[in-house]
Every structure is written in C-alpha cells, then in structure tokens.
C-alpha cells in the first residue's frame, strides 16, 4: 500500500486530482489486491491533497522505490499530457528516492517513452 499512498502524492502534483488520476488510484487499488478496509484507507487518503513529504520512504525498498519512479512517470500521462509540474515532482521524487542518477533517469525514460506509445493507443 505504500507504493500507493505515493502515487496519490503524485496525483496531486499539479494540485488537482482528476477525475482520470482517481480512476488510476482504483486500478491501483485493485491491482494490489487492497481488501476493503485498505480501499476505502487509500481512497480517504486520496481525499485530501498529499505532497512528496507523504512518501512513505520507510515502508518502501530499493524495489519498491524503481516500481513506483516507474508507475509515477506513467501516472503523469493519464490526463494526455505531462504537465511541467508533474516533470518537477517526477525530479524530485527521483531525488527523494534516492536512487543511482543514472539508474534513476534510465527509468525515468523508459517510463515515458512506454506512456507516449501506450497513448497513441487510446
């Protein structure tokens, strides 16, 4: 559920929560098995705006830190668009994660990359 409490704060960095982001944050939900008291914790948690400082970086391992660079850059796009906002939250969530550069700016590429192919999809 950390992963997921993150990318809320990710959600929210452009200081909106789209109707398109809280559909993601259910797919999440269910993608990670969250029974329904943890559903309805996420979506409580949702509620309200959240910032980097509500990363988790505690309850997340060196795994869980590249999966959720990965889903934020990918949460990013769910709108059609990453705004510059986003791109700024993306860095310094990179940083805060703290994360080999290199490694961390390889995810960060491939990310986009597979969003933009994935958008020409929709």
Do not use: C
């Not at 959600?11 to 098995?33: C, N, S, T, Y």
């Not at 969250?34 to 997340?60: C, F, H, M, W």
């Not at 060196?62 to 939250?89: I, N, S």
């Amino acid at each position: 559920m950390a992963i997921v409490k993150s990318l809320v704060s990710v959600a929210w960095a452009d200081g909106e929560f789209h109707e398109a982001e809280r559909e993601m944050v259910e797919g999440l939900i269910a993608a990670f098995e969250a029974n329904e008291d943890q559903a309805k914790e996420i979506r409580a948690y949702a509620s309200q705006r959240r910032t980097l400082d509500d990363v988790p970086l505690g309850e997340l391992g060196g795994d869980d830190r590249r999966a959720l660079l990965q889903h934020a850059v990918l949460l990013t796009f769910v709108d059609g668009e990453q705004h510059d906002a986003e791109k700024q939250y993306i860095a310094a969530l990179s940083k805060k994660l703290d994360l080999p550069e290199p490694e961390s700016a390889e995810i960060i590429q491939a990310a986009e990359a597979r969003a933009r192919r994935l958008l020409t999809l929709l």
